[in-house]
């Protein structure tokens, strides 16, 4: 599966939109972009995933560049809650679900 | 909605007991996944269980462990003559079918301690 870098820690202001970018520049085109995250001390926690086209549900909305090389997971109004580590995966074998180091997102008062 | 639902939710035993942490998918699902996430890791596969298929142990660290998946539902891991270097958060995940396509609902995993 494709390798993935996303920035180690983020900052966002409550109630602004959180932009978490991931770059995939060796995706593949059967392989799907995911998005999790993990709250301290849960389990992961599935947000959304897309193949090419952007992708927008209760949580949140993934857009993903024409290439595929890279994509933005959007968080359209950041709460507190929503501080947690974020994962970016890109996957087609159902075995290797790997998680890297992610996103650490704080939300601030 | 249940989601995964995983027992115990603590483990503390000594080096050499065996453990046997237990897994509930979501109703329906075929998939089951087990995974481990050592302190600050990401998580590491370790077996994964689809229908009535046999299952995928490529993950396995050891013949210490093993899994089963009893009537397509319920799980359990098991870890024989634990070792310290087993202490982990297990986790497991469910989804409705195999396959990229399909997103995997993890339960709150197991904090298994091994002293």
């Known amino acids: 599966d494709a390798k993935t870098t996303q920035p180690t820690s983020m900052d966002c202001a409550e109630g602004r939109a959180a932009n978490l970018p991931c770059n995939h520049s060796?995706?593949?085109?059967?392989?799907?972009v995911y998005w999790y995250r993990q709250i301290h001390s849960q389990g992961p926690q599935y947000i959304i995933h897309?193949?090419?086209n952007n992708e927008t549900n209760e949580m949140a909305s993934l857009i993903i560049t024409e290439d595929r090389k890279s994509s933005t997971l959007i968080l359209p109004h950041a709460t507190l809650r929503d501080t947690a580590v974020y994962y970016c995966?890109?996957?087609?074998?159902?075995?290797?679900?790997?998680f890297g180091p992610g996103t650490r997102l704080s939300v601030l008062p | 909605g249940a989601g995964v639902s995983q027992s115990p939710s603590n483990k503390v035993t000594e080096k050499g007991k065996d453990v046997e942490l237990r897994c509930d998918p979501i109703?329906?699902?075929?998939?089951l996944y087990w995974y481990r996430q050592s302190l600050g890791q990401g998580l590491e596969f370790l077996i994964y269980?689809?229908?009535?298929?046999?299952?995928?142990k490529s993950g396995l660290p050891s013949d210490r462990f093993s899994a089963e998946r009893t009537g397509g539902s319920v799980s359990t891991l098991t870890i024989q003559r634990t070792q310290q270097e087993d202490s982990a958060v297990y986790l497991c995940?469910?989804?409705?079918?195999?396959?990229?396509?399909?997103?995997?609902?993890f339960g709150p995993g197991t904090r298994l301690t091994v002293t």
């Open positions: 995940a469910s989804s409705l079918s195999p396959g990229a396509f399909y997103e995997q609902y």
């Open positions: 060796t995706i593949s085109g059967n392989e799907y």
């Open positions: 897309g193949l090419k």
């Open positions: 995966i890109v996957r087609v074998a159902v075995q290797n679900f790997v």
């Open positions: 109703s329906g699902h075929t998939a």
């Open positions: 269980f689809q229908g009535n298929s046999a299952p995928d």
